[in-house]
Structures are given as structure tokens and as C-alpha cells.
């Protein structure tokens, strides 16, 4: 008796790269083409890319990058669910006052994945890739892009 066994071996692949950015409180900062670029200058065409800021008090998400949404709707929506001033439990922790910046951090996460193919990151027309800044303060950001693919 004879058996045919085939064995396929995959080999996945990372890249790390960085993007560095500096902030004002509050702000919302495209950084869409900055990732575009790093997928163009990546060895991997295929596959993912998680886009991370380590930290508590900033967010990355996914949306239309346009005023009525960017200068009025989302900070509207984050002030009306973790409003500035309210003592927060954190506050006392830390003898801070960003407690409404950790808040902001937890629903709107420091991480978002987005797919890679034939090196472009897979986004719908009217989408972009902002990086939120939550804390009290302006900050100086390195945002982490891993390609793995």
C-alpha cells in the first residue's frame, strides 16, 4: 500500500514600522496617507497591518475625515459619553485630571487592523484612518505599524 502525503509549509513574514506624529488636545489627525506609504514601501503585499499607539489616552479608528463629522460630531459624542471635569476615581489615583481621556481610550481603542492586498490598505471610498487624541495635553506619538503577511 502506497501513501501520498503532501505537506505545505507557509512562511509568514513581519515588518515593523513607525510613524511619528505630534498633537493638540482633542485632536483628530488623518494619518491615512502616511499608512498608505508605509504599505508602499513594504516587502509584504498581502496580508494585514495592525496599526498600534501604546498608551491609554489616544484612540485609532476608521471614519469619513470630513469638518461636520471631525470638528463637531465625534467630539461632541465623546463629550456627551466621558465628559471633561466629573471627579473622576482616577483623578484621585493619580493626582491627574485625564480621566475622561482613559475613558475615551477604552471605547475608542489605541489598535485597528486593516487588510493589505496587492499593497494597499483596504479601505471603502469615504474612509480614513485617524489617530484620536484623548489626553489633557499635547503629546508626541510614535504609532506602530506591523505588516504581517
Known amino acids: 500500500m502506497i501513501y501520498l502525503v503532501q505537506i505545505q509549509i ?24 502616511q499608512i498608505q506609504s508605509l504599505a508602499n514601501q513594504s516587502s509584504i503585499k498581502n496580508g494585514i497591518l495592525n496599526i498600534s499607539c501604546p498608551g491609554s489616552t489616544g484612540g485609532i479608528s476608521c471614519v469619513e475625515y470630513e469638518p ?42 489605541p489598535t485597528y487592523t486593516v487588510p493589505v492586498i496587492d499593497g494597499s490598505i483596504m479601505l471603502g471610498t469615504w474612509q480614513q484612518i485617524i489617530f484620536c487624541e484623548f489626553d489633557e495635553k499635547p503629546r508626541s506619538r510614535t504609532i506602530y505599524c506591523q505588516f504581517v503577511g
Open 10 to 33: 507557509m512562511i509568514m513574514v513581519s515588518e515593523l514600522h513607525k510613524i511619528k506624529i505630534n498633537t493638540k488636545v482633542d485632536e483628530i489627525v488623518d494619518i491615512t496617507d
Open 68 to 109: 461636520g463629522l471631525i470638528n463637531h460630531d465625534i467630539p461632541a459624542l465623546l463629550h456627551q459619553i466621558a465628559p471633561e471635569g466629573p471627579d473622576y476615581a482616577h483623578h484621585q489615583t493619580w493626582g491627574d485630571h485625564n480621566g475622561h481621556s482613559h475613558l475615551r481610550s477604552f471605547l475608542i481603542k
